[in-house]
């Protein structure tokens, strides 16, 4: 195994990890980490495969109960809008898709920060709005667990149905835009050593994001989530305005 590799699924072990603690998703972490070592498209196929594997575990390892009011309304609108996102990356230039991750990233992290008490109203239209603009930027971007998680947050469920339910949402939305991606040829034969890690790493970092979730107060650690997530998407935005120049 080169060192490339090694460093590469040490970096998607941190990310699941993080991603689960934080309750973002390891998307967030993982597509500008992964983008230093392959090409936007690209990373962007194989955090599908990385997410399926992530989300069974996640199924299985926080099993309190599914809300199914959220799995239709948040969940349906979710994986109609990945398709169309994953199918409107095909035609934007990986260049844009870059800056457009970046952005979205620093954001997303400043948002959760500044607005740290910020509530949804709890309501169908806004589980139907979440859903359907966290599936869309899912399926463009690689990530929107950010906004689906703001999304539920509003219909206060208990932490371990909470970690359940966007689980299953997002293994069918991860689901649906894998067969997006593969059709539109994100998905290389020279990526399967990459791929194969991934599937196991899902499990270990989920795993191991649960056994720290118990230990670790949550708000706190998520201020520091969100200070990280923040210097990613800052170092994201350089690298890609600089290859814009």
Request: proline content about 1%.
């Amino acid at each position: 195994m080169d060192a490339t590799l090694i460093l590469f699924l040490i970096l998607s072990l941190i990310a699941e990890i993080l991603g689960t603690i934080g309750g973002f998703g390891s998307s967030v972490y993982f597509v500008p980490l992964a983008n230093l070592f392959l090409d936007f498209k690209s990373v962007l196929g194989i955090t599908a495969v990385f997410h399926l594997s992530s989300n069974i575990s996640k199924m299985i390892l926080f099993k309190k109960g599914l809300n199914k009011f959220l799995l239709f309304y948040i969940g349906l609108p979710a994986v109609i809008m990945v398709i169309a996102g994953g199918i409107l990356s095909k035609y934007l230039d990986e260049r844009i898709l870059q800056l457009s991750f970046a952005v979205f990233i620093i954001l997303t992290s400043l948002f959760f920060l500044w607005f740290d008490k910020f509530v949804l109203a709890s309501d169908k239209k806004n589980a139907v709005i979440g859903g359907s603009l966290s599936g869309f930027l899912a399926g463009v971007l690689g990530t929107g667990g950010a906004i689906r998680g703001i999304t539920m947050v509003a219909f206060n469920i208990e932490k371990e149905q909470f970690v359940a339910t966007s689980a299953a949402i997002d293994f069918a939305v991860d689901f649906s835009r894998t067969v997006v991606y593969f059709m539109n040829g994100y998905m290389h034969v020279e990526h399967l050593k990459y791929m194969i890690g991934l599937i196991i790493i899902g499990f270990v970092g989920t795993w191991v994001g649960r056994v720290l979730l118990k230990r670790i107060s949550q708000e706190r650690f998520k201020t520091l989530v969100l200070v990280l997530l923040l210097g990613i998407g800052v170092f994201s935005l350089i690298r890609s305005l600089i290859q814009l120049s």
